[in-house]
């Protein structure tokens, strides 16, 4: 399973928020179709990871987020 | 989560919905609530049980639920436990929380709901929207919870609603 390729870029700036909000969601609906693949939860994790903390910070979030999301 | 659950540690409902033993939601609202700092009595917990049954597909089994309790018995808040966990469950879900005016939603949602999300680690994948008329719970993951509320003596000029002196507001 592998995640949907993201829509072309049109060449401007990237905002590194919103893709990575993007890229989570991509995430979650692989990781969704496909609980048993280990290497999307991980990415899907540390992708929430980075989502919730920044540069790299974790109280915790990820894992509290995995348990509400199932 | 089963029938088998056991509610006698709070005071269980005289007339309630059974619980008919299929999975339901009931874990990730204690989830929800736990990081929210509430804790849940035990007929808030019967209600989320009995609420978020899901079918074989995942689906909520019922469609709709009708819950009466008297005031200040726990129903915003466990409304907003169980709106965290269906907000964080599917990315991109739209939730929408109705009361009987739009300052009686937004106090619910910015005075009640909000420090307490903002207090917790939902605070940093959750934002408030507070534009008049947009009022939402923003989730990174894309779902939402907004609000809906009902007006009084609100003019409108066509339509089925003529003449009704109640009609549904929108918002977000």
């Given at each position: 399973?592998?995640?949907?390729?993201?829509?072309?870029?049109?060449?401007?700036?990237?905002?590194?928020?919103?893709?990575?909000?993007?890229?989570?969601?991509?995430?979650?609906?692989?990781?969704?179709?496909?609980p048993?693949?280990?290497?999307?939860a991980r990415?899907?994790?540390?992708t929430?990871?980075?989502?919730?903390g920044?540069?790299?910070?974790?109280?915790?979030?990820?894992?509290?987020?995995?348990r509400?999301?199932? | 989560?089963?029938g088998?659950?056991?509610?006698?540690?709070?005071?269980?409902?005289?007339?309630a919905?059974?619980?008919?033993?299929r999975?339901?939601?009931?874990?990730r609202?204690?989830?929800?609530?736990?990081?929210?700092?509430?804790?849940?009595?035990?007929?808030?917990?019967?209600?989320?049980a009995?609420?978020?049954?899901l079918?074989?597909?995942g689906n909520?089994?019922?469609?709709q639920?009708?819950?009466?309790?008297?005031?200040?018995?726990?129903?915003?808040?466990?409304?907003?436990c169980?709106?965290?966990?269906?907000?964080?469950?599917r990315?991109?879900?739209?939730?929408?929380?109705a009361?009987?005016?739009?300052?009686?939603?937004?106090r619910?949602?910015?005075?009640?709901w909000?420090?307490?999300?903002?207090?917790?680690?939902?605070?940093?994948?959750?934002?408030?929207?507070?534009?008049?008329g947009?009022?939402a719970?923003?989730?990174?993951n894309?779902?939402?919870?907004?609000?809906?509320?009902?007006?009084?003596?609100?003019?409108r000029?066509?339509?089925?609603?003529?003449?009704?002196?109640?009609?549904l507001?929108?918002?977000?």
């Open positions: 399973m592998v995640p949907a390729a993201p829509p072309a870029a049109d060449g401007g700036p990237v905002d590194p928020q919103a893709s990575l909000e993007a890229l989570a969601r991509r995430l979650e609906d692989a990781h969704r179709a496909d048993g693949n280990a290497l999307l990415e899907l994790r540390m929430l990871g980075k989502l919730a920044g540069d790299g910070a974790d109280d915790g979030l990820a894992e509290f987020l995995s509400l999301s199932g | 989560m089963t088998s659950l056991n509610f006698s540690a709070g005071c269980p409902a005289r007339w919905t059974p619980l008919t033993g999975p339901s939601l009931l874990e609202v204690e989830v929800a609530a736990a990081e929210l700092r509430i804790d849940l009595m035990g007929h808030q917990r019967q209600i989320a009995t609420a978020t049954e079918d074989g597909s909520l089994v019922y469609q639920v009708t819950v009466t309790i008297p005031r200040q018995q726990g129903k915003s808040t466990l409304m907003l169980v709106m965290v966990a269906l907000a964080w469950r990315p991109r879900t739209q939730i929408i929380y009361a009987q005016t739009r300052l009686d939603a937004r619910t949602m910015f005075d009640e909000w420090p307490m999300i903002a207090a917790s680690r939902l605070g940093r994948v959750c934002k408030p929207r507070r534009a008049a947009g009022e719970l923003l989730f990174a894309g779902s939402r919870i907004g609000l809906v509320w009902v007006e009084e003596g609100r003019p000029s066509h339509g089925r609603y003529r003449g009704h002196r109640r009609m507001g929108p918002a977000g």
